[in-house]
Nanobody, 115 residues
Framework: QVYLVQSGGGSVQAGGSLRLSCAAS????????MKWYRQAPGEERDLVAE???????TYTDSVKGRFTISRNNARNTVYLQMNSLKPEDTAVYYC?????????WGKGTLVTVSS
């Protein structure tokens, strides 16, 4: 059974920082690309950042220079450090990975940024 257990998030004022964590079990974590998505109210779920098994990172344009995705293979954990947060970053954030065609999701963490 694959589990992605998320922690972190919460409420912060614009310009503040938050860190999300996602601890994985049931997979060979070190070989998996790990991803963070977010879904704002009334919007689709969009990819925010991903990190490959070799540590290559990719970000959506709106978070470049503000968010950092990282991983600790010894702890089977992926992180999303979010700095200079803006109200438009308000969303439920999900970590995700896949094994072949099967996609696994964390339960989601609400991030609220007030102006």
């Amino acid at each position: 059974q694959v589990y992605l257990v998320q922690s972190g998030g919460g409420s912060v004022q614009a310009g503040g920082s938050l860190r999300l964590s996602c601890a994985a079990s049931g997979i060979n974590f070190k070989i998996h690309t790990m991803k963070w998505y977010r879904q704002a109210p009334g919007e689709e779920r969009d990819l925010v950042a991903e990190i490959t098994s070799s540590g290559t990172t990719t970000y959506t344009d709106s978070v470049k220079g503000r968010f950092t995705i990282s991983r600790n293979n010894a702890r089977n954990t992926v992180y999303l450090q979010m700095n200079s947060l803006k109200p438009e970053d308000t969303a439920v954030y999900y970590c995700s990975t896949n094994r072949g065609p099967t996609v696994f999701w964390g339960k989601g963490t609400l991030v609220t940024v007030s102006s």
